[in-house]
C-alpha cells in the first residue's frame, strides 16, 4: 500500500489540473438542495440516485456518483452532520492539496460502489447505499490520524479527542463487519472494508512511521539478548561462558549465567562476576 499511495502521491503532483477546489462546499450544497426538494417532493422520489447494484447493472450508471448527493439524516442532525463534514473535509483540502483530496474523495465514492456491486455478486443481496456515509467513515479516520488531539465537543457540551471519537467508531465498524461475517453475509462484511480502503493506503506511511517509532523505543538490553540468543545457537559445546572467570555451563551445569544490560554488546557473566566486573563500553 506504501507504494500505492507513492503512486497517487505523484499522479496528483504531476496532474494538479485533475481537482475540484471546494469539493465539499458542492456536495454539502447538494446534499441541502436534495433535503428540500424531498419535503416538497415526499419520500422515496430520490430513489432513482441511490446506489442499488442491481439497477446499475441493468444501465443505471448515474447512481455510482449521484448517491453520495443525498441527505442522510433530517433537520438539526442534518445540518450538524453537513457542517462537520465540510469542515473535515476542507481541512484535509489545505493540508493536502486539492487535487490529493479529490483523488481521496472520488476513490472513496467509487470503492463504496465496487463494494455494493461485490457484495451483490457475493450474496446475492441488493443493499441501497443512500448517502457519502462510507465516504465520510473515510474523512473522519484521515482527520483523526493527522489530528488525533483535536477536541471537539460532543453533544455541545462534553470535549472530546478526535483519536478517542476515532476509535469509537472503529470499534462500531469492526462490530457491523463481524456480525455480518458471523451470519453468514460474506459480501456484506466485506463492502465496508473496501468502501474504506483508500483510507488504508492514504494512511499507509503514517502506519509505517509509527511502526518504525515503536522498533526504534526497543530496549537495548532486549535487543543484546536477542543477539546473545543467536550467538548462542552457534556449535561451541556450550550456551553460555563468564566473560571474566571463563567458566562455561558445560563444565559447571549448577551455576547461573546472565548477560549485562549496561555493557556495549553482549556480554555473559557467571553468577560471581554479574554484579562484579568492569563494564564493557565499546
Not at 537495548?220 to 536477542?226: L, S
Request: net charge positive; proline share 4%; with cysteine.
Amino acid at each position: 500500500m506504501r507504494k500505492l499511495n507513492d503512486a497517487i502521491e505523484r499522479f496528483c503532483a504531476m496532474h494538479p489540473n485533475w481537482a475540484i477546489p471546494g469539493l465539499m462546499r458542492y456536495v454539502v450544497y447538494a446534499n441541502a438542495a436534495f433535503f428540500v426538494l424531498s419535503l416538497f417532493a415526499g419520500s422515496g422520489t430520490l430513489d432513482f440516485l441511490a446506489l442499488d447494484a442491481a439497477s446499475v447493472l441493468h444501465g443505471e450508471f448515474w447512481r455510482i456518483v449521484t448517491y453520495v448527493l443525498l441527505p442522510t439524516g433530517s433537520g438539526i442532525f442534518l445540518l450538524i452532520s453537513l457542517l462537520f463534514y465540510y469542515w473535515l473535509g476542507t481541512t484535509l483540502e489545505r493540508l493536502w492539496g486539492s487535487a490529493k483530496f479529490t483523488f481521496y474523495y472520488v476513490s472513496g465514492v467509487l470503492l463504496t460502489a465496487v463494494g455494493v456491486l461485490l457484495a451483490y455478486f457475493i450474496d446475492g443481496v441488493s443493499y441501497p447505499i443512500y448517502g457519502a456515509s462510507y465516504v465520510n467513515m473515510a474523512l473522519f479516520f484521515a482527520y483523526a490520524l493527522n489530528f488525533p488531539d483535536q477536541t471537539v465537543l460532543l453533544m455541545f457540551i462534553i470535549p472530546v479527542k478526535m483519536k478517542w471519537l476515532a476509535l469509537l467508531d472503529a470499534v462500531y465498524f469492526a462490530a457491523g463487519v463481524f456480525q455480518y461475517a458471523r451470519a453468514g453475509f460474506w459480501g456484506l462484511a466485506l463492502m465496508p472494508l473496501i468502501a474504506i480502503l483508500n483510507f488504508f493506503i492514504f494512511a499507509s506511511p503514517q502506519f509505517g512511521r509509527k511502526v518504525s517509532q515503536t522498533k526504534a523505543r526497543v530496549r537495548p538490553e532486549a535487543v543484546q539478548f536477542r543477539r546473545a540468543v543467536r550467538e548462542q545457537q552457534r556449535p561451541k559445546g556450550y550456551n553460555h561462558k563468564c566473560d571474566v572467570c571463563g567458566r562455561t555451563d558445560a563444565d559447571y551445569p549448577d551455576l547461573q549465567f546472565r548477560y549485562c544490560s549496561r555493557c556495549a554488546g553482549y556480554h555473559c557473566f557467571c553468577q560471581d562476576h554479574i554484579f562484579n566486573h568492569v563494564h564493557y563500553t565499546q
